[in-house]
């Protein structure tokens, strides 16, 4: 067990395995190969509740886990890879249905490229890896909820003329806050290898 200090909040770490958030974050993993099959199989419904359920869930998992001090090393493994395989899926299943645009997915699948070479320049360098950002975890809030919106406004109805904007400006949210905390990111390990102590070799 750790403690670790966020500003002049503290909050425990645990090595906890059976947690409530970690039981989210698994049952939202286990639930993208059954969304990726919704969404490609045309079953709208199914794919429109799974991907409510992936939002809900990922609030809810960090909410219970700072609340209840039920912060996991699990949970801080699981939860972004959770996030992410939702995001690909999601991003991957509107393109072949058409419901996004491809320069969509072109934007928002470079910032992980941007991101998995930091993380690994990070690496070469002796850092594990940098702590999780709100402005990535709001990054991460908008497009969970853009998508089911950008799904239903894939409607011929009154209901998708309704959504369609709001769906489209949780996209656009989303996207900027996504490339605004690769931004962060990046100052942020400059300013930790600046702080490493330095090496010299004879």
Known sequence: MEVERAGEREHVVTER??????????????????????????RDGLAFLLLLF??????????????????????????????????????VGLMWREIIPVWLVVVLLAREVVMALM????????????????VGKAATFNLLYAFPLLLLAHRDDWLGDLVRPIGWGFAWWGVVLYWLAAVLYAVHA?????????VVTP
């Open 119 to 134: 993380l690994l320049y990070l690496r070469s360098k002796g850092q594990l890896g940098l702590p999780v950002h709100f």
């Open 17 to 42: 395995l059976l947690t409530i958030p970690n039981v989210l974050s698994v049952l939202r993993l286990l639930g993208v190969p059954v969304f990726l099959w919704a969404i490609v199989s045309e």
């Open 54 to 91: 992936s939002g809900v869930t990922d609030y809810l998992d960090g909410k219970i886990a700072r609340r209840f001090n039920m912060e996991s090393r699990l949970g801080q493994f699981l939860d972004p890879i959770a996030d992410r395989l939702y995001i690909l899926t999601t991003l």
């Open 190 to 198: 400059r300013l930790v290898l600046a702080q490493r102590p330095q």
